[in-house]
């Protein structure tokens, strides 16, 4: 079964700090790992798409790690703002079969950020 | 630059009670989606269309129907509520298949059944 999951379930930081978001997946076979932001009674947004050969991916102050021999990846937020308070889900696309097949997704169940002043 | 917008954001059912869900996107995407999002859990696709008068069944289709009449509208309907349904719909979108591309989500519908 394709399970993702993410560690802390919750984290509090103060303002201006380094985190790192935690996920480990059993996805095959696997296409590509995406994290997305999901502010408080909003749609997530996508912050990157890594595929298997890229290791490293950032987005500003968001930066994705991926070693797809242990099946790991990690977001590093530097200099956290108020801003990011948020939840972070880790979302791993299962190999497509091709046709007019969507592209299985799994999501993790988020990881809830608070950053504190 | 609306994006994927959804109606209504909130509703209150009581049990045995139909609703509709409306999925709008002005992107000209082919694929749709709907999830589903419970406290934790990761969200669960319910169904989802591969464009225009298509639709296929994701992870948990049980008490749902679905329908794409427009390219650009994708609508799910309840036909009779259920507690376990009480949850947040996400109406997403894509371009080309999702294994290869980002999905926008709409804002969500906050959905109690009483």
């Known amino acids: 079964k394709n399970q993702v999951e993410q560690s802390p379930q919750s984290l509090i930081i103060l303002e201006g700090k380094n985190c790192t978001l935690q996920c480990n997946y059993t996805v095959s076979p696997f296409s590509n790992l995406r994290w997305y932001k999901q502010d408080t009674g909003r749609g997530p947004v996508s912050l990157t798409i890594?595929?298997?050969?890229?290791n490293t991916k950032s987005n500003g102050r968001y930066t994705a790690t991926l070693d797809a021999d242990t099946k790991q990846s990690s977001l590093h937020i530097t200099a956290s703002q108020l801003s990011d308070s948020a939840s972070y889900i880790c979302?791993?696309?299962?190999?497509?079969?091709?046709?007019?097949?969507?592209?299985?997704?799994?999501f993790g169940q988020g990881t809830i950020l608070t950053v504190h002043p | 630059n609306a994006g994927v917008t959804q109606t209504p954001k909130f509703r209150v059912l009581k049990t045995g009670q139909s609703m509709t869900l409306l999925c709008a996107q002005d992107m000209n995407h082919e694929y749709m989606y709907w999830y589903r999002q419970d406290p934790g859990m990761g969200l669960r696709l319910i169904h989802y269309s591969v464009g225009e008068g298509t639709t296929a069944k994701g992870e948990v289709p049980d008490g749902y129907n679905v329908s794409r009449l427009k390219k650009q509208n994708f609508l799910l309907g309840l036909e009779s509520a259920a507690p376990s349904q009480t949850s947040v719909y996400f109406c997403?979108?894509?371009?080309?298949?999702?294994?290869?591309?980002?999905?926008?989500f709409g804002a969500g519908t906050r959905l109690s059944v009483l």
């Open positions: 890594m595929t298997f050969s890229e």
């Open positions: 979302v791993v696309s299962a190999g497509d079969a091709g046709g007019t097949s969507y592209g299985k997704l799994t």
């Open positions: 997403a979108s894509s371009y080309s298949p999702v294994a290869k591309n980002i999905q926008y």
